[in-house]
């Protein structure tokens, strides 16, 4: 008997915190270490699609069609050069939302339409990059994964509130009796421990990061994301920076592709363990 794949959302509801870089990146990182891979993008600016190569208009089809009950999954997902499997995005997940609005069980439909693939799915992991908003996409995508990696952005004062609505989010789904409540873990990204405003975050006086996600029961990675603007170089080329040849000298890079990597491994042990 096979273990159902592992299924994870990159989320936070703030924009702009890394989602769709960590998202791609860790997906193509399991992938070089042997992993098989889905990613989702549940993005209607289908940024994902787009840094993995696959051209939203070319596919056979996207996400929307699997939630509109056009297509199935197992139709719609397409192979890309990065050794990831995709179920894309494109202009008309944007619509979707509205769509879902006027349908019964609007919070569960990706699980109706998804729910029964992913538990059979030939894929080791699954990661789905979430809308930097509340909505139904982010709801419906919180009931099929086992964990939200939530990105709080180091450079950035407001993710610290996209986390704690995230972890808000989560705790009112918890409330409904026999709810799927997905577990929530916090990442770092953009770690630069010259910055001021990486100080800012994690001065004590400001906000004591580690104590208050013990407080509140949240699992703080002990990973880093570190900063480098290789990582934006890399999505203009439409490639994950993992996948790209890289100077030994750039020290910044090598980092962030090893936390990457370490990334890939947590997300996706067995898989590393049997590689
Ligand atoms: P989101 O999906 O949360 O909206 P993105 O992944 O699109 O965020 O990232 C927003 C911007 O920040 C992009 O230009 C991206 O290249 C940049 N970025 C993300 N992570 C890092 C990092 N660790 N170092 C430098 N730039 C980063
Ligand atoms: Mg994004």
């Given at each position: 008997?096979?273990?159902a794949?592992?299924?994870?959302?990159v989320?936070?509801?703030?924009?702009?915190v890394?989602?769709?870089?960590i998202?791609?990146?860790?997906?193509?990182?399991?992938?070089?270490r042997?992993?098989?891979?889905?990613?989702?993008?549940?993005?209607a600016?289908f940024?994902?699609?787009q840094?993995?190569g696959?051209?939203p208009r070319?596919v056979?089809?996207?996400?929307?069609?699997?939630?509109?009950?056009r297509r199935?999954?197992?139709?719609t997902?397409?192979?890309?050069a990065?050794g990831?499997?995709v179920?894309?995005?494109?202009p008309?997940l944007g619509?979707?939302?509205?769509?879902?609005?006027?349908?019964n069980?609007?919070?569960f439909?990706?699980?109706?339409?998804?729910?029964?693939y992913l538990?059979e799915?030939?894929?080791d992991v699954?990661f789905?990059?979430?809308?930097?908003?509340?909505?139904?996409?982010?709801s419906?995508a919180?009931?099929?994964?086992?964990?939200?990696?939530?990105?709080?952005?180091?450079?950035?004062?407001?993710?610290?509130?996209?986390?704690?609505n995230?972890?808000?989010?989560?705790?009112?789904?918890?409330?409904?009796?026999?709810?799927?409540?997905?577990?929530l873990?916090?990442?770092?990204?953009?770690?630069?421990?010259?910055?001021?405003?990486?100080?800012q975050?994690?001065?004590?006086?400001?906000?004591d990061?580690?104590?208050?996600?013990?407080?509140?029961?949240?699992d703080?990675?002990?990973?880093?994301?570190?900063e480098?603007?290789?990582?934006t170089?890399?999505?203009?080329?439409?490639r994950?920076?993992?996948?790209?040849p890289?100077?030994?000298?750039?020290?910044?890079?090598?980092?962030?592709?090893?936390a990457?990597?370490?990334?890939a491994?947590e997300?996706?042990?067995a898989?590393?363990?049997?590689?």
């Amino acid at each position: 008997m096979r273990l159902a794949a592992k299924v994870y959302a990159v989320g936070n509801e703030k924009g702009g915190v890394g989602k769709t870089t960590i998202a791609v990146n860790v997906a193509a990182a399991a992938a070089r270490r042997g992993a098989r891979v889905l990613l989702i993008d549940s993005d209607a600016t289908f940024r994902a699609t787009q840094v993995l190569g696959v051209d939203p208009r070319t596919v056979p089809g996207t996400l929307a069609d699997v939630y509109l009950q056009r297509r199935t999954a197992a139709q719609t997902i397409v192979p890309t050069a990065e050794g990831v499997d995709v179920l894309a995005s494109g202009p008309e997940l944007g619509e979707v939302a509205g769509k879902l609005a006027g349908l019964n069980y609007r919070e569960f439909r990706l699980r109706l339409v998804l729910g029964a693939y992913l538990d059979e799915c030939p894929y080791d992991v699954v990661f789905i990059d979430t809308p930097p908003s509340k909505g139904l996409l982010l709801s419906n995508a919180l009931q099929v994964v086992d964990e939200v990696v939530c990105v709080l952005d180091m450079t950035d004062d407001g993710s610290v509130q996209g986390v704690v609505n995230t972890l808000l989010h989560i705790r009112e789904m918890a409330a409904v009796p026999n709810a799927h409540v997905p577990t929530l873990r916090v990442l770092r990204n953009r770690v630069d421990e010259r910055a001021r405003s990486y100080r800012q975050i994690m001065d004590a006086d400001a906000l004591d990061l580690p104590g208050v996600c013990e407080q509140l029961g949240i699992d703080l990675m002990q990973i880093e994301i570190p900063e480098t603007r290789e990582f934006t170089n890399a999505a203009a080329e439409r490639r994950p920076l993992v996948a790209i040849p890289r100077p030994a000298s750039n020290r910044r890079l090598t980092a962030a592709v090893a936390a990457l990597d370490a990334l890939a491994d947590e997300l996706c042990p067995a898989k590393v363990a049997a590689a």
